[in-house]
C-alpha cells in the first residue's frame, strides 16, 4: 500500500525556517516524482514544486523560489521541503504528493502538515 | 501560467439529481485532473487524463472535454459525494488548479 507519512504541525516565528518531512513506503520511491502543495486557509491549492528522487533535479512555481527548497534521501525514502523566512502569507497547510508518470496527476497524497506562523 | 476557471463555485444537488461542474483553461490543454477533497481530509485523485476514473471510483463519475473546456459529471448525486472538487491542469508550467467547486446535497 502506497503511503505517504508527513510530519507534524508547526508553529514558528515570523523570519524562521521550518523543515517538512514526507516518508514513502509501499513503492519504489526513486521511481515517481514528488511534488507539493500548498492550501491556505481551506482555499484552493497551489504548486510549489517537484523533485525527482533519482537524480534530484528539482522544478520551482516561480512564485516560491528563493522560498521553498525541496530535498530528498533515498536512504530513508524521505521528501524534504524547507520553507525560510517565513511570514504569515506561508501559514497554510502543506501536501506531499506523489506524481504518475503518464498524466501527471498526483495520485497519492500526504495528510498534510500544518504550519503556523505567528509571533 | 495557465489560469483554470471553474464553474459554479458552490453547487448544492439533490439526491438522484445530475451535476456538471466545469474548467474552462485561459490555453488549451492537454489533460486534466480532476481531485475530491472532503473536510479536513487530502485531496484525492478523482479523475486522471480527462476521463479515466481513479481506482474506487463509483462509474456515476465522469470527465469529457478538450482544448480548453472540460466538464465533471456525476449522473446521480449521492450524499457521500458532498466534497470540493478541483481541476488541475499539468500541459504547461506550473501546474495550476481551478478554484474548487464545492458541492453541497439539498
Known amino acids: 500500500e502506497v503511503q505517504l507519512q508527513q510530519s507534524g504541525p508547526e508553529l514558528e516565528k515570523p523570519g524562521a525556517s521550518v523543515k517538512i518531512s514526507c516518508k514513502a513506503s509501499?513503492?519504489?520511491?526513486?521511481?515517481?516524482?514528488m511534488n507539493w502543495v500548498k492550501q491556505s486557509n481551506g482555499k484552493s491549492l497551489e504548486w510549489i514544486g517537484n523533485?525527482?528522487?533519482?537524480?534530484?533535479?528539482?522544478s520551482y512555481n516561480q512564485k516560491f523560489k528563493g522560498k521553498a527548497t525541496l530535498t530528498v534521501d533515498k536512504s530513508s525514502s524521505t521528501a524534504y521541503m524547507q520553507l525560510k523566512s517565513l511570514t504569515s502569507e506561508d501559514s497554510a497547510v502543506y501536501y506531499c504528493?506523489?506524481?504518475?508518470?503518464?498524466?501527471?496527476?498526483?495520485?497519492?497524497w500526504g495528510q498534510g502538515t500544518s504550519v503556523t506562523v505567528s509571533s | 501560467e495557465i489560469l483554470l476557471t471553474q464553474s459554479p463555485a458552490i453547487i448544492a444537488a439533490s439526491p438522484g439529481e445530475k451535476v456538471t461542474i466545469t474548467c474552462s483553461a485561459s490555453?488549451?490543454?492537454?489533460?486534466m485532473n480532476w481531485y475530491q477533497q472532503k473536510p479536513g481530509s487530502s485531496p484525492k485523485i478523482w479523475i486522471y487524463?480527462?476521463?479515466n476514473l481513479a481506482s474506487g471510483v463509483p462509474a456515476r463519475f465522469s470527465g469529457s472535454g478538450s482544448g480548453t473546456s472540460f466538464s465533471f459529471t456525476i449522473n446521480s448525486m449521492e450524499a457521500e459525494d458532498v466534497a470540493t472538487y478541483y481541476c488541475?491542469?499539468?500541459?504547461?508550467?506550473?501546474?495550476?488548479f481551478g478554484g474548487g467547486t464545492k458541492l453541497e446535497i439539498k
Open positions: 487524463g480527462i476521463s
Open positions: 523533485i525527482d528522487p533519482y537524480y534530484g533535479g528539482t
Open positions: 509501499g513503492y519504489s520511491f526513486t521511481g515517481y516524482n
Open positions: 488541475q491542469q499539468r500541459s504547461s508550467y506550473p501546474p495550476t
Open positions: 504528493a506523489r506524481r504518475e508518470a503518464l498524466y501527471y496527476a498526483m495520485d497519492y
Open positions: 490555453s488549451s490543454v492537454s489533460y
